[in-house]
C-alpha cells in the first residue's frame, strides 16, 4: 500500500514530489568522493520554482485585509507541509520531538548575547545567565574545571568546528591539520579559511580513523605540530574515532606536547557519554576543545550548538571590544539568544539520566532497523557505538525525497534519534521493502553490491549472500 495516498495532498509548492521537472531543477555537480575519486551526485530542486514573492502592498491593504488574509493561508499551508515533511524525516540527526511551549513567551523579544558570554555587554536584552548554566553542564559532562574552561553556544556545529581549528591554529600557527576523509566538510572548509595545510588521512571500513595511515602521515612531516580533527560520530557512518588510539599514535610518533585535539562530536558528543562501553571524551586527556550540535540529539526548533575549549587557550584569540564592552573570541558577532534558553530547558527537564534512557531507546530501535533490513535481503551496517545504519541506496530519488534520507555515492542512512519510533521504522521498512521488489523485479535484476562500503559481512548482494 503506498502511504501517501492515505494523507491529503498538498498543493505542488510544497510537496516534495510535485515538481520534479529536471529543468527546473539546480544541476547536478561533478565531486570529489571521499575515495578521491570524482563522482556526479544529485543536488536537489531549485527553490526559485517555488519561492513566494515578496509583494509590494497596496494602498488599500489594510482595508481590505486582503494581505493579511493571503499570508494567513501561505502560513497555514506551509505549516502544513511542516507535519507532513517532520513525519517522513528519517535521514538527518535531529531530534523532531520536543515541546517549547513553555518559551511561547519570548518571541517578542530581540534576544542577543553578542560578545563573549562571560562578559556582559552594554546590551542588555540578553541571556548569559542560561547561556552559562548550559555551559557548566557540558564542562562537567566533559570533565573540565569551572575556573578552567571557556565556551559559547553556537549557531551549529559547524561553527564549533570553526572555532576549534581556530584555537588550534592560534595555539600552533605552523601546524598541520590531519583529518579523516569520512570528516565533515566544514573541516576542510575550515582549513580552506585559514588556509592551513590539510592532510587527509584514510579510513576503515567502519568510516574510523586508520591509524596505522595517520601514523605514517605524522612521521613524514615531524617538523610541524599536529592539529587533528576526531569525529565522535562520522557523517555518513556514525563512525566514533579512537580517541585513545589517536593520542597513543601521536605521542609515539614523537609529537607529545605538540599537538592540539579538536573533537567535532557534532553527531554523537551528547550520546556517547551515555553509551556502555563508549570510550571517553574527556579533558582529563589531553584534548583542546569539544564541539557538539544543539539542535540534533537535545532536539532544539532553531540550530545551535555549543563548544567548549580550555580557558587558557582562549587567551590566545580574544581581544576587548569597547564598543560592546566585552570580549570578542567567538567566530560570530551577534549570537543567537533564544537558544541558550531552549537548551537550558530541556537539559533541566531530561537531566543525565533523561538522556541515558533515550540514548538507549535510539541504540535499541537502530538495531531492530538494522536486523530488519538485514532479513528483508537490504545489506545494512549499524556501528557499535552508533545509532546510524547504513543500507544500500534507494533506487529512486522520489522515495529518498520522500523520507529525507541522506545518500552518499551507493550508500543511504537513516540516524535514529528520540522521535524515530518502532511505528515509524516499520512504515518505513513495508515501504522500502515493497517499493524494491520493484525496482529490482522481485529479484530478477541483481541488486548492487556495497561490500566496499559496509564490508563484505555486511553486504547482501548475490556475491556475498551467505
Ligand atoms: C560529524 C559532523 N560534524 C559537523 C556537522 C555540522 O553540524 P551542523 O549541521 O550543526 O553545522 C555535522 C552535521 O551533520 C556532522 O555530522
Same mark, same amino acid.
Given at each position: 500500500?503506498?502511504?501517501?495516498?492515505?494523507?491529503?495532498?498538498?498543493?505542488?509548492?510544497?510537496?516534495?514530489?510535485?515538481?520534479?521537472?529536471?529543468?527546473?531543477?539546480?544541476?547536478?555537480?561533478?565531486?570529489?568522493?571521499?575515495?578521491?575519486?570524482?563522482? %556526479?551526485?544529485?543536488?536537489?530542486?531549485?527553490?526559485?520554482?517555488?519561492?513566494?514573492?515578496?509583494?509590494?502592498?497596496?494602498?488599500?491593504?489594510?482595508?481590505?485585509?486582503?494581505?493579511?488574509?493571503?499570508?494567513? #493561508?501561505?502560513?497555514?499551508?506551509?505549516?502544513?507541509?511542516?507535519?507532513?515533511?517532520?513525519?517522513?524525516?528519517?535521514?538527518?540527526?535531529?531530534?523532531?520531538?520536543?515541546?517549547?511551549?513553555?518559551?511561547?513567551?519570548?518571541?517578542?523579544?530581540?534576544?542577543?548575547?553578542?560578545?563573549?558570554?562571560?562578559?556582559?555587554?552594554?546590551?542588555?536584552?540578553?541571556?548569559?545567565?542560561?547561556?552559562?548554566?548550559?555551559?557548566?553542564?557540558?564542562?562537567?559532562?566533559?570533565?573540565? $574545571?569551572?575556573?578552567?574552561?571557556?565556551?559559547?553556544?553556537?549557531?551549529?556545529?559547524?561553527?564549533? /568546528?570553526?572555532?576549534?581549528?581556530?584555537?588550534?591554529?592560534?595555539?600552533?600557527?605552523?601546524?598541520?591539520?590531519?583529518?579523516?576523509?569520512?570528516?565533515?566538510?566544514?573541516?576542510?572548509?575550515?582549513?580552506?579559511?585559514?588556509?592551513?595545510? *590539510?592532510?587527509?588521512?584514510?579510513?576503515?571500513?567502519?568510516?574510523?580513523?586508520? *591509524?596505522?595511515?595517520?601514523?605514517?602521515?605524522?612521521?613524514?612531516?615531524?617538523?610541524?605540530?599536529?592539529?587533528?580533527?576526531? &569525529?565522535?560520530?562520522?557523517?555518513?557512518?556514525?563512525?566514533?574515532?579512537?580517541?585513545?588510539?589517536?593520542?597513543?599514535?601521536?605521542?609515539? #610518533?614523537?609529537?607529545?606536547?605538540?599537538?592540539?585535539?579538536? *573533537?567535532?562530536?557534532?553527531?554523537?558528543?551528547?550520546?556517547?557519554?551515555?553509551?556502555?562501553?563508549?570510550?571517553?571524551?574527556?579533558?582529563?586527556?589531553?584534548?583542546?576543545?569539544?564541539?557538539?550540535?544543539?539542535?540534533?540529539?537535545?532536539?532544539?526548533?532553531?540550530?545551535?550548538?555549543?563548544?567548549? !575549549?580550555?580557558? %587558557?587557550?582562549?587567551?590566545?584569540?580574544?581581544?576587548?571590544?569597547?564598543?560592546?564592552?566585552?570580549?570578542?573570541? !567567538?567566530?560570530?558577532?551577534?549570537?543567537?539568544?533564544?537558544?541558550?534558553?531552549?537548551?537550558?530547558?530541556?537539559?533541566?527537564?531530561?537531566?543525565?539520566?533523561?538522556?541515558?534512557?533515550?540514548?538507549?531507546?535510539?541504540?535499541?530501535?537502530?538495531?531492530?532497523?538494522?536486523?530488519?533490513?538485514?532479513?528483508?535481503?537490504?545489506?545494512?551496517?549499524? &556501528?557499535?557505538?552508533?545509532?546510524?545504519?547504513?543500507?544500500?541506496?534507494?533506487?529512486?530519488?522520489?522515495?529518498?525525497?520522500?523520507?529525507?534520507?541522506?545518500?552518499? $555515492?551507493?550508500?543511504?542512512?537513516?540516524?535514529?534519534?528520540? /522521535?524515530?519510533?518502532?511505528?515509524?521504522?516499520?512504515?518505513?521498512?513495508?515501504?522500502? !521493502?515493497?517499493?524494491?521488489?520493484?525496482?529490482?523485479?522481485?529479484?530478477?535484476?541483481? #541488486?548492487?553490491?556495497?561490500?566496499?562500503?559496509?564490508?563484505?559481512?555486511?553486504?547482501? *548482494?548475490?556475491?556475498?549472500?551467505?
Amino acid at each position: 500500500m503506498d502511504l501517501r495516498e492515505k494523507v491529503e495532498p498538498l498543493p505542488e509548492e510544497f510537496d516534495p514530489k510535485e515538481i520534479s521537472d529536471p529543468a527546473g531543477s539546480a544541476p547536478n555537480g561533478v565531486f570529489e568522493g571521499g575515495d578521491g575519486k570524482n563522482r %556526479e551526485i544529485v543536488l536537489g530542486r531549485n527553490v526559485h520554482k517555488m519561492c513566494f514573492a515578496i509583494n509590494e502592498p497596496e494602498a488599500d491593504d489594510e482595508i481590505t485585509g486582503e494581505r493579511e488574509a493571503y499570508m494567513a #493561508s501561505v502560513l497555514a499551508r506551509y505549516r502544513k507541509s511542516l507535519v507532513e515533511r517532520t513525519k517522513h524525516h528519517l535521514g538527518y540527526p535531529y531530534n523532531l520531538d520536543f515541546d517549547y511551549g513553555a518559551l511561547s513567551q519570548l518571541q517578542h523579544f530581540s534576544i542577543n548575547n553578542l560578545g563573549d558570554p562571560f562578559i556582559e555587554s552594554n546590551y542588555g536584552v540578553h541571556s548569559r545567565q542560561f547561556e552559562v548554566g548550559v555551559l557548566d553542564w557540558f564542562a562537567r559532562l566533559w570533565e573540565l $574545571g569551572r575556573n578552567e574552561y571557556w565556551g559559547y553556544i553556537t549557531n551549529c556545529g559547524t561553527e564549533g /568546528n570553526l572555532h576549534g581549528l581556530l584555537v588550534g591554529r592560534e595555539v600552533f600557527p605552523d601546524g598541520i591539520l590531519y583529518a579523516s576523509r569520512e570528516s565533515h566538510y566544514s573541516i576542510f572548509k575550515a582549513a580552506r579559511m585559514y588556509r592551513m595545510e *590539510c592532510i587527509k588521512v584514510d579510513t576503515l571500513v567502519s568510516g574510523e580513523i586508520d *591509524c596505522k595511515d595517520f601514523r605514517n602521515k605524522l612521521v613524514q612531516n615531524k617538523g610541524k605540530p599536529a592539529i587533528v580533527n576526531v &569525529n565522535i560520530g562520522t557523517t555518513v557512518k556514525g563512525a566514533v574515532d579512537d580517541l585513545d588510539m589517536v593520542i597513543q599514535t601521536l605521542e609515539e #610518533s614523537g609529537f607529545r606536547d605538540r599537538f592540539y585535539i579538536h *573533537c567535532d562530536g557534532a553527531l554523537f558528543g551528547l550520546m556517547m557519554p551515555f553509551v556502555k562501553r563508549a570510550p571517553k571524551v574527556s579533558f582529563k586527556k589531553p584534548i583542546g576543545s569539544v564541539s557538539v550540535s544543539g539542535h540534533k540529539f537535545v532536539g532544539c526548533p532553531m540550530p545551535c550548538g555549543v563548544q567548549i !575549549t580550555r580557558l %587558557e587557550h582562549i587567551k590566545v584569540l580574544a581581544s576587548n571590544v569597547e564598543y560592546l564592552a566585552s570580549r570578542d573570541a !567567538t567566530i560570530m558577532g551577534s549570537r543567537n539568544g533564544h537558544a541558550p534558553i531552549f537548551l537550558w530547558y530541556t537539559l533541566n527537564r531530561k537531566g543525565y539520566r533523561g538522556f541515558q534512557k533515550e540514548v538507549q531507546k535510539c541504540l535499541r530501535n537502530a538495531h531492530y532497523l538494522k536486523d530488519r533490513l538485514k532479513a528483508a535481503g537490504v545489506g545494512a551496517m549499524l &556501528n557499535e557505538l552508533s545509532s546510524t545504519v547504513v543500507f544500500e541506496r534507494p533506487k529512486d530519488e522520489d522515495f529518498v525525497r520522500r523520507w529525507q534520507l541522506a545518500c552518499e $555515492g551507493n550508500i543511504a542512512h537513516v540516524v535514529v534519534m528520540p /522521535n524515530v519510533t518502532i511505528e515509524k521504522l516499520d512504515a518505513f521498512l513495508n515501504e522500502l !521493502t515493497q517499493k524494491r521488489s520493484s525496482w529490482y523485479e522481485g529479484g530478477k535484476i541483481p #541488486s548492487p553490491c556495497i561490500a566496499a562500503d559496509i564490508g563484505d559481512e555486511n553486504c547482501l *548482494c548475490s556475491l556475498h549472500q551467505k
